[in-house]
């Protein structure tokens, strides 16, 4: 199982931390990917995480704001979201385990992961 939590809301320009917690699974042993989904869109992959080298991935739109790291101690991994815009206001999912030990080139359409956590929502406002 997966649990993200850390959303909130917060004004434009703000940071926040996600965290997505793990259990019932090796967790050190799988790749682990963020997504999001905004009112009225599709999913959209943010950014994933090897297992073993921690090697990360980030969507074209995450490039520079986002940064994803992993805790194996604490079956955790983060997404820090800094200088937040009004267009990052979406749930964002954290997924893990299935098929997916490495990221690869083809994480962002959010196959082969096992689990997906419930989603946290994150708002932000002008």
């Known amino acids: 199982q997966l649990q993200a939590s850390g959303g909130g809301s917060v004004q434009a320009g703000g940071s926040l931390r996600l965290s997505c917690t793990a259990s019932g699974f090796t967790f050190e042993s799988y790749a682990i990917g963020w997504f999001r989904q905004a009112p009225g869109k599709e999913r959209e992959g943010v950014s994933c995480?090897?297992?073993?080298?921690?090697?990360?991935w980030y969507a074209d739109s995450a490039k520079g704001r986002f940064t994803t790291s992993r805790d194996n101690a604490k079956n955790t991994v983060y997404l820090q979201i800094d200088s937040l815009k009004v267009e990052d206001t979406a749930v964002y999912y954290c997924?893990?385990?299935?098929?997916?030990?490495?990221?690869?080139?083809?994480w962002g359409s959010g196959s082969d992961f096992g689990s997906w956590g419930q989603g946290t929502l994150v708002t932000v406002s002008s």
């Open positions: 995480v090897n297992s073993g080298n921690g090697r990360t």
């Open positions: 997924a893990g385990g299935g098929l997916r030990k490495y990221c690869g080139t083809a």
